[in-house]
Structures are given as C-alpha cells and as structure tokens.
C-alpha cells in the first residue's frame, strides 16, 4: 500500500498565478481533506471532499478551491496567489464511516508552495 | 471557535521522559490526538484519545486528559533520539466531521 501520495514535491510560482495539487488517498479510503501548514505553525484545514462533494471548509477564500474524482483523488486549486499562501500543503484520506469509531486522517508527505 | 495552544520547545537527554503539554478552549471534541512531523514528513498520528477517557497508555506513550482544566498532555518514557521531532496535538471540534484543529506544534529535541 503507497499510503497517501502527494504530487508536486514542491513548487515556485510568482504571484497571481494559478496552481494545482494533487492527492492520491490511501488505499480503501473514499474521504480527503486538505490543509495549509504555514511555516512554524499547525496544519489549517482548508477543505474536506467526500462522494465529489466539499462536505466542509474551513476559513478560506474562495481563491482556494478543490475537486474530487470518482476514483477518490483530489486536487486542491488556488487562484490569483499571494505571497502568503506559501506554505506546505497537506492532504489527509480517510475512511468515512470508519470501523473504528474515529476518523484518523492519514496524511501525505506534502507539497511545498513557494510563492514569489 | 476552538483554539489549541502548546509551549513551543522541550529539549531533554536522552532516557528521560518527556512532557509535552496542550491546552484548548472548545470542550466538544470527542477525540484528541497527538500527532509528530519529522523533516520533510507529513503527519504521523501517534494516539488519541477518547474525550470520556482520563488516561491512555501506548507503551511508552501515556496521554493524560484533565478536561476540566482542557489540559491535555503527552508523555514519552525512556525518550531516544529518534524521538525528536515536532508535537501536534489536534481536537476533532465535533464528532465526525472531519476537520481536525491543531495546536501550532511543540519542538522535542533530544541531546544524546
């Protein structure tokens, strides 16, 4: 099993571009959320997508947009960048209706974002 | 909304124990973590524990949870090099939501 996988490693991009992320989720998993981890801080969440759907964000503008396909996999867009959006960009998959009574998020190893 | 907070920086010897601490404001997670980030990782969830539940122990991991005072604590016994790492502890707000709220992470730095 890969686990959770993340692409590109990282990225520069100037401001006012657009970019893409990817996520494939773990194995099995049909839920991904993802987050924007500032350096020296905690992972924010930005949005969680299950069945295609956004099923919740957090408090991002509406810059940052997401998408889901049917085999589970997700991208994460951000519009227009700013400098501050630089940032390591984590993806999380999940099982919704875990058998284990909790829904532990396993995370990817993240894309760095570098804006310039 | 809830907020999580954590000291920023423990640095101990090798084969002492180590206390991270964490405290939050919003008391209706049903579950908490801790999670730990190593360079150029992502997140690897380390426990958790149930927001009915005082104490859970992992082998060398104890959590301890006082939610009266919305304290939340991580020991690592015989802590070891491989141990240092960044701490995050994280709250789930509510049940199955599936938005985790993190603290902004402590430091471990173990000396040899």
């Known amino acids: 099993d890969a686990g959770v996988t993340q692409s590109p490693t990282h990225l520069i991009k100037t401001r006012g571009q657009q970019v893409t992320l990817r996520c494939s989720p773990k194995s099995g998993h049909d839920t991904v959320s993802w987050y924007q981890q500032a350096l020296g801080q905690g992972p924010q969440f930005i949005f969680q997508?299950?069945?295609?759907?956004?099923?919740q964000r957090g408090n991002f503008p509406d810059r940052f947009s997401g998408h889901q396909f049917p085999n589970y996999s997700s991208e994460l867009n951000v519009n227009a960048l700013l400098l501050g959006d630089s940032a390591l960009y984590l993806c999380?998959?999940?099982?919704?209706?875990?058998?284990?009574?909790?829904?532990?998020?396993?995370f990817g190893p993240g894309t760095r974002l570098t804006v310039l | 909304g809830e907020d999580v907070e954590q000291s920023l920086f423990l640095s101990v010897r090798e084969g002492d124990s180590s206390v991270i601490n964490c405290t939050y404001t919003d008391s209706s997670s049903t579950y908490l973590y801790w999670y730990k980030q190593e360079p150029g990782a992502g997140l690897q969830l380390l426990t958790y524990i149930f927001s009915n539940m005082d104490m859970k122990q992992d082998q060398r991991l104890t959590v301890l949870l006082n939610k009266k005072d919305k304290h939340l604590s991580l020991r690592i016994a015989d802590t070891q090099t491989g141990d240092s790492a960044i701490y995050f502890c994280a709250g789930d707000g509510s049940s199955n939501t599936g938005k985790l709220i993190f603290g902004q992470g402590t430091t471990l730095q173990v000396k040899p």
């Open positions: 997508y299950y069945e295609e759907e956004e099923r």
């Open positions: 999380a998959s999940s099982s919704l209706f875990s058998v284990m009574g909790f829904d532990e998020q396993f």
